[in-house]
């Protein structure tokens, strides 16, 4: 056999093999989908009593009440990063509703030995997730947001400063800030302790970890700030004023029991995407900086 002729060999043995992993890659797609809509049909057969259920619990005026003063209890500690650990953050009933709401395994693209995220709200959930994981997105934005920007006022101020330099001060910004990134992340037995994140997160000025701790679920699992290891406690919140990567969470061991799995709700507190171009043609010098304006 000649050398082209090998070399012509190799090429469509490639290809053969780009075209079976291509192949693959679509069956457990397919497979994932028929597994998710199964899961769906089970579930959904009682999905009018806990929508009802639901309307009864998710009162938008109580939770957020509840919630602001939660975090008005809650310390905020300078060290390793700004951050406080805001702890009952929802009223009894309404965190186990979020409980219930934590999907199964098959509604995540879960790689082996990573932990995974799926947007809130999501495309493809059972009702009762995406009522209720959307109504925890309102939460934040109507309430959390606000409450947070103002306890962690002097440490913003510092913290745009250092990191936005070419902005003017803080308060100055002239932008709206709402939520941003809301994920369920998902980590089961033998997870690496990766962050699931995508996107750009520079402009997250806070970021929430919220513990979605299930009956049974140990303090084991958590996450770490910088040097500070923090335990994997239901109902409670980490947020911090610090970029992103300072956050990691803690693997879960292989040996766990089956099915051990750890589920928190995340969150980013920023501009909007409207405040975030505005915000950067000011650092390309494309918009004057009008100091009479202020951050909303």
């Known amino acids: ?21 291509r192949l693959r890659a679509a069956l457990q797609a397919f497979e994932r989908q028929a597994d998710q809509l199964r899961t ?32 008005g209890r809650a310390e905020l500690r300078r060290d390793p990063v700004a951050h406080m ?3 009952d953050l929802l009223p009894r009933d309404v965190y186990a509703a979020v409980v219930d709401a934590m999907p199964d395994a098959p509604f995540f693209d879960e790689e082996a030995g990573h932990g995974t995220a799926l947007r809130v709200p999501p495309r493809l959930a059972p009702t009762h997730t995406i009522i209720t994981t959307s109504f925890l997105n309102e939460v934040v934005k109507s309430a959390l947001s606000a409450a947070l920007l103002d306890r962690f006022n002097e440490s913003l101020v510092a913290f745009t400063q250092e990191h936005f330099p ?6 100055s910004w002239d ?5 941003s990134q809301a994920r369920i992340v998902r980590r089961s037995s033998g997870s690496s302790g990766d962050n699931p ?32 290891i923090v335990p994997f406690r239901g109902n409670t919140a980490l947020v911090f004023n610090a970029p992103a990567d300072v956050h990691a ?4 061991l292989p040996g766990a029991p089956p099915g051990t799995a750890r589920y928190t709700y995340e969150f980013g507190i920023g501009p909007t995407r409207e405040g975030r171009r505005r915000l950067e043609k000011i650092l390309r ?4 900086i009008d100091p009479a304006r202020s951050i909303s």
């Open 175 to 179: 932008v709206e800030v709402t939520i």
């Open 285 to 288: 010098g494309r918009l004057p």
């Open 40 to 71: 769906l049909q089970a579930i959904e057969g009682h999905v009018a009593a806990r929508v009802a259920q639901l309307e009864r619990v998710l009162n938008l005026d109580d939770v957020t009440a509840h919630a602001r003063a939660s975090v």
């Open 1 to 21: 056999m000649t050398p082209d002729a090998i070399r012509a060999l190799r090429g469509e043995v490639r290809t053969a093999r780009k075209g079976l992993a």
């Open 249 to 252: 969470y803690e693997p879960i």
């Open 197 to 228: 994140r995508s996107g750009d997160r520079r402009w997250d000025l806070l970021t929430g970890i919220v513990n979605v701790a299930r009956p049974g679920d140990g303090e084991d699992g958590g996450s770490r700030l910088a040097s500070t």
């Open 85 to 87: 650990f805001i702890a």
């Open 166 to 171: 070419a902005l003017p001060p803080f308060h």
